[in-house]
């Protein structure tokens, strides 16, 4: 492995919307529903809560990675919070729900059962119960993992230089 800055690793990745309104084109997503940065409610019946699954960095104490990810939860479930939202009646609401977005390096995430803890200051806290993301969130990322994660993020732009001699990451 080559010098590492660990600084210069992605700690943060938020995902804007649940996949199935990504997918849309612009007019598409304003027909399928209401949504923000927190809640979103579509046409049909189906509705989502943001929140966060934190996955800790073994290799340091001051840091995890953290995804910012939607989930499908049950309408009375996003109402319940949606009522309760940044009170105290917020404060440790337990949802379940399924993973609404395709986390990449975690083949196969979409769709897999989460806990939502929810809180009266903060997004929701997100447990993942299946998978090699729910291990990775028991048992953290070392840095060979955290580097190979930002190589599946963001690709491996050391020594890529395009024909006339620029650096490929001039976009």
């Known amino acids: 492995m080559t010098d590492i800055n660990v600084e210069d690793l992605c700690r943060d990745i938020q995902m804007k919307l649940p996949d199935v309104l990504w997918m849309l084109d612009y007019t598409g997503r304003y027909r399928a529903g209401r949504f923000n940065e927190d809640f979103a409610r579509l046409e049909d019946g189906r509705t989502y809560l943001f929140g966060v699954v934190e996955v800790p960095l073994n290799y340091t104490d001051e840091a995890s990675f953290t995804w910012g990810v939607w989930a499908q939860v049950s309408p009375e479930d996003h109402d319940r919070y949606l009522n309760a939202f940044q009170t105290a009646e917020a404060e440790g609401l337990e949802i379940e729900g399924l993973l609404a977005n395709d986390i990449p390096g975690y083949e196969g995430s979409e769709g897999i059962p989460v806990l939502l803890t929810t809180h009266a200051d903060r997004r929701p806290s997100v447990t993942v119960l299946k998978g090699d993301l729910a291990e990775d969130q028991r048992e953290g ?24 001699g620029s650096d490929a990451t001039d976009r």
């Open 141 to 164: 990322l070392s840095l060979d993992d955290h580097v190979e994660l930002d190589r599946i993020l963001f690709g491996d732009d050391e020594d890529e230089d395009d024909e006339d």
